[in-house]
C-alpha cells in the first residue's frame, strides 16, 4: 500500500481491479437510484395521465353513479373529509397529551421507554388490523357499519405519528427555557402551554400535517367500518362513502365510468397527500434555517 | 385544549396571584387560594398528560386482546391445525390460514430480495456520490414516493403493471425458464399478469423508499473521521462502503430492512388489487394467490356465519402477531445503534 501506484508493476494489476470494482458498485448505485426514481416518475405519470382525463367540474359536483352512467365524486370527497376531520380531532388532543407527558413530566421513567416502544409499533402496524380491532369494538357491539367507526379507526392511526412528532419536538425545546420560566415561578403546566408548545409549535403542526397525509390515503381499516354509501350522507353513525373505499370498489369494477372514476379519485388523494407532506417539510425547513 | 390555559384567561402567570388579591381584600388567603388553584391545574394536567400516555398501551393491548377474543370460535373449532390446514372453504366452513400465511411470507420476500439492495444501494449514492445540490432533492422524492398511500399503488399495478408484465416480463420468464428443471415448476402456467409476483414486485416498489432512508440515516451517522482515515489509507469509495461504512451500521441496517418487512407483510390494498384472490399454495410465484391482508380485505364484508368472520379475525391475529415480533426485532436494532452513536 505504502509504494506509489505506478512503482511496481504486480500492484498495477491490483489497482486496477480495484479501480474496477470500484467503478462497477458505484454503477451499481447509480443504476439502483434511477431505477427508485424511475418507479416514481412511472406511477406519477400514468395517475397524472389517466386521471387528468376524467377531471371535470362534475366530478366535484356530482354523487357517485350507478353502473354505467356518468357522474362525480361529491359524496365520497366529502365523506373522506368529514372522517379525516373527526379523526384528527380525536386522536391529535389525546397524542399531544400522551407526548407531552413522554417529554415533559416523565422523560426518563420507565413509562416512556415502554410507552415509546409500543407507539413505534403501532406507528407500523398494520392498518387493516386497526380495522378489524375498531370492528370487534364499536361496529359489532353497535350493529351497524358507522362513518364515526372509522374516524375512530383513522384515530388510532393518527395517534402514533402525533405523540411521536409532539415527543420529538418537545425534546428539541432548550431546557433553559423550560429553566428560565420556572424561576420565574411558573407551574409546570403553565411552562409547557406558554413555553414549550410555542417553541415546539411548528414541528407538532407538522406532526399533525403528516398524520393527516398518512390516513387520507388509508384504506384498509375503512372496509369494514364506515363502509360505504352510494348516495349523500351527513349520518356518522350510518355507512358513509369515502374516496379511498369508492376507489377500491370503482377500480375493480368491470365498467368504464367507474374506472376513469376510480383514476380521478386517486389523482385528487395523490394530490392531496403530496401538498400535505411537501406543506409539512416547508413548514419545518422554515423552521429550522 | 389545556385546562391551565383557560383558568388565568390568556393573563401573564405571575400577575394571576397578585391580581387575585387585589381584587378580594383579603390579600394573603386569596394569593393562598390562587397559588393551589394553579397547583391543582398542574396536578390536573400533569394526570391527563399521565393517562393519555397510558392509553396508548391500552389500545395496543386492547388491539390484542379484541382481536384474541374475535377469533376464539374458530381457534376452538380448529385449533393447532388452522395454521397448517390449507383448505378455505367458506360453504362448508371449513378454514386453514396456510395459504394466506405462505402468500404473505412469499410476497414480503419477493420484495426484500428486491428492495433490500436497490434500497442499500440508492442510500450508497446518496451519501458517497451524489453531489451536495442533489442530495437533498432525490432524498426528498424518494421520501414522497414513501407518503403516496398504498391504494395509489393497487390501482396502478391492476390497470398499468399487471397488463405490462403479463405482455412482458412473464411471457419471458416462462419460456427462459420452461425446460430448466426446478425453477420450471417456479415459473409455471399461463400469464395472467396478475398474481403472486406482481404482487411481490408492487411490494418491493413500496418497501423501497422506507429502506432507503433508514440506511440512509444511518449511513448519515457513521463519524467522518472513520471514512476519512479509511479513504487516506487509500480506499476506494467502494472498499471504504464495504469495510467500514457497512460494518459500521450493520444494526442500523438490519432493522430498516426488518421495518421495511413489516410494512411488507402487512400491507393490504396494493396486494389485494393484483395477487388474484386464490386460496392455494401453488409452486409457480406467477400464478394467483393471496396474502392474510388481501384475504380479510376481501372478504370480511361479505363472510357469513361466525366461524367464517372469527377465522377472518383470527387471520388478523396471525398477522398482527407476526409484524408485532418483527417491528419489536427493527425497534430494538435501531435504538441499539440510536444508543451508540448518541
Known amino acids: ?68 352512467s356518468a357522474g362525480g365524486l361529491l359524496n365520497p370527497i366529502f365523506g373522506s373529509l368529514i372522517i379525516t376531520m373527526l379523526a384528527v380531532m380525536i386522536g391529535t388532543p389525546i397524542g399531544i397529551l400522551a407526548g407531552t407527558y413522554m417529554a415533559e413530566y416523565g422523560r426518563h421513567t420507565r413509562l416512556t421507554s415502554v410507552v415509546r416502544f409500543i407507539n413505534d409499533i403501532l406507528l407500523s402496524a398494520p392498518s387493516i388490523v386497526v380495522g378489524l380491532f375498531i370492528y370487534e369494538v364499536m361496529v359489532a357491539p353497535m350493529g351497524h357499519f358507522s362513518g364515526l367507526a372509522g374516524s375512530v379507526a383513522l384515530a388510532v392511526i393518527v395517534m402514533p405519528v402525533v405523540v411521536r412528532t409532539t415527543e420529538d419536538m418537545l425534546n428539541l425545546v432548550p431546557n433553559q427555557l423550560r429553566e428560565a420560566a420556572a424561576s420565574l415561578g411558573m407551574p409546570r403546566a403553565y411552562i409547557i402551554a406558554r413555553v414549550c408548545y410555542r417553541a415546539a409549535q411548528a414541528g407538532m403542526v407538522t406532526g399533525v400535517l403528516l398524520a393527516i397525509a398518512r390516513i387520507s390515503g388509508e384504506t384498509a381499516p375503512l372496509l369494514f367500518t364506515a363502509l360505504n354509501h352510494q348516495f349523500w350522507s351527513t349520518d356518522l353513525t350510518g355507512p358513509m362513502a369515502s374516496l379511498p373505499v369508492v376507489i377500491f370498489q370503482f377500480a375493480l369494477s368491470p365498467y368504464k365510468d367507474w374506472q376513469q372514476l376510480a383514476w380521478t379519485g386517486a389523482l385528487i388523494i395523490t394530490f392531496t397527500v403530496l401538498a400535505l407532506s411537501i406543506g409539512a417539510r416547508a413548514l419545518t425547513a422554515r423552521k429550522q434555517s | 385544549m389545556e385546562p391551565a390555559r383557560e383558568a388565568t384567561r390568556r393573563q401573564p402567570v405571575v400577575d394571576v396571584a397578585l391580581q387575585a388579591g387585589a381584587a378580594a381584600g383579603d390579600a394573603q388567603s386569596s394569593r393562598a387560594r390562587a397559588l393551589d388553584d394553579l397547583r391543582f391545574w398542574d396536578n390536573v394536567y400533569r394526570r391527563l398528560t399521565r393517562s393519555a400516555a397510558i392509553g396508548v398501551l391500552i389500545i395496543l393491548g386492547g388491539v390484542i386482546l379484541s382481536l384474541f377474543i374475535g377469533s376464539l370460535p374458530a381457534l376452538r373449532e380448529f385449533g393447532f391445525s388452522f395454521l397448517t390446514e390449507q383448505r378455505w372453504n367458506p360453504v362448508t366452513e371449513k378454514f386453514g390460514a396456510l395459504a394466506p400465511v405462505y402468500g404473505t411470507v412469499v410476497t414480503s420476500f419477493i420484495a426484500m430480495l428486491i428492495a433490500v439492495p436497490v434500497g442499500l444501494m440508492i442510500a450508497v449514492f446518496l451519501t458517497e456520490l451524489c453531489p451536495k445540490m442533489l442530495r437533498r432533492p432525490i432524498g426528498i422524492a424518494i421520501e414522497l414516493l414513501a407518503g403516496i398511500p398504498s391504494i395509489i399503488y393497487g390501482i396502478w399495478g391492476l390497470f398499468v403493471f399487471a397488463p405490462f408484465l403479463q405482455e412482458t416480463l412473464q411471457p419471458a420468464l416462462i419460456t427462459i425458464f420452461g425446460n430448466v428443471p426446478i425453477l420450471s415448476a417456479v415459473f409455471e402456467g399461463p400469464p395472467y399478469g396478475i398474481g403472486v409476483l406482481t404482487a411481490g414486485l408492487i411490494l418491493a416498489i413500496m418497501v423501497l423508499p422506507f429502506i432507503t432512508s433508514i440506511s440512509r440515516d444511518v449511513f448519515e451517522a457513521v463519524p467522518p473521521v472513520l471514512k476519512e482515515a479509511a479513504y487516506g489509507l487509500g480506499c476506494t469509495t467502494w472498499e471504504v462502503v464495504r469495510y467500514v461504512v457497512l460494518p459500521y451500521t450493520r444494526i442500523g441496517v438490519i432493522g430498516g430492512v426488518m421495518l421495511g418487512l413489516g410494512r411488507a407483510l402487512g400491507e393490504t390494498m396494493a396486494v389485494t388489487f393484483v395477487i388474484g384472490n386464490a386460496h392455494r399454495i401453488s409452486s409457480s410465484i406467477i400464478a394467483p394467490g393471496t396474502t392474510i391482508s388481501a384475504t380479510i380485505a376481501n372478504e370480511f364484508t361479505e363472510a357469513v356465519g361466525d366461524l367464517y368472520t372469527s377465522s377472518l379475525i383470527a387471520l388478523g391475529l396471525i398477522l398482527f402477531v407476526i409484524t408485532f415480533f418483527v417491528l419489536a426485532a427493527a425497534r430494538y436494532m435501531l435504538l441499539r445503534i440510536e444508543r451508540r452513536i448518541g
Open chain 1, 1 to 68: 500500500m505504502a509504494s506509489h501506484p505506478m512503482a511496481s508493476h504486480p500492484m498495477a494489476s491490483l489497482y486496477a481491479s480495484r479501480r474496477r470494482r470500484n467503478i462497477i458498485a458505484m454503477g451499481l448505485s447509480l443504476t439502483a437510484t434511477a431505477f427508485g426514481l424511475g418507479w416514481l416518475v412511472l406511477v406519477l405519470g400514468a395517475l397524472l395521465w389517466q386521471g387528468f382525463s376524467g377531471l371535470s367540474l362534475s366530478v366535484f359536483t356530482e354523487m357517485t353513479p350507478p353502473p354505467g
